[in-house]
Nanobody
Framework: QVQLIESGGGLVQAGDSLRLSCAASGRTFSDYAMGWFRQAPGKEREFVAAISRSGGPTRYADSVKGRFTISRDNAKKTTYLQMNSLKPEDTAVYSC????????????????????WGQGTQVTVSS
């Protein structure tokens, strides 16, 4: 069992930055690949970014590539999402997710593969 708690959301203006954190508790954090997803009102959940167990390979949605950076600190059991140059269309509830993964370099982008989810944190970007 893995528990995930996100923090760092808030209300910002377009062009600002935010850093989201996802703190994990429970089993060995380094055994899990991690991902960030978001869901805006009236829209389906969408993939944002993912990182492998090792923290090496990462992947991003085209809409955030070059603006967002995912990272992890296995010693602190925390995954981060640094969001720069925020746009109003980034407004959503952001959730982190974890999946046990034997492959240390595999990056997972499909939400259906993730077994554990946090409760989400609201990010609102005003124009």
């Amino acid at each position: 069992q893995v528990q995930l708690i996100e923090s760092g959301g808030g209300l910002v203006q377009a062009g600002d930055s935010l850093r989201l954190s996802c703190a994990a508790s429970g089993r060995t954090f380094s055994d899990y690949a991690m991902g960030w997803f978001r869901q805006a009102p009236g829209k389906e959940r969408e993939f944002v970014a993912a990182i492998s167990r090792s923290g090496g390979p990462t992947r991003y949605a085209d809409s955030v590539k070059g603006r967002f950076t995912i990272s992890r600190d296995n010693a602190k059991k925390t995954t981060y999402l640094q969001m720069n140059s925020l746009k109003p269309e980034d407004t959503a509830v952001y959730s982190c997710a974890a999946v046990f993964q034997r492959n240390t370099i595999r990056v997972i982008t499909a939400p259906a593969e993730y077994g554990y989810w946090g409760q989400g944190t609201q990010v609102t970007v005003s124009s």
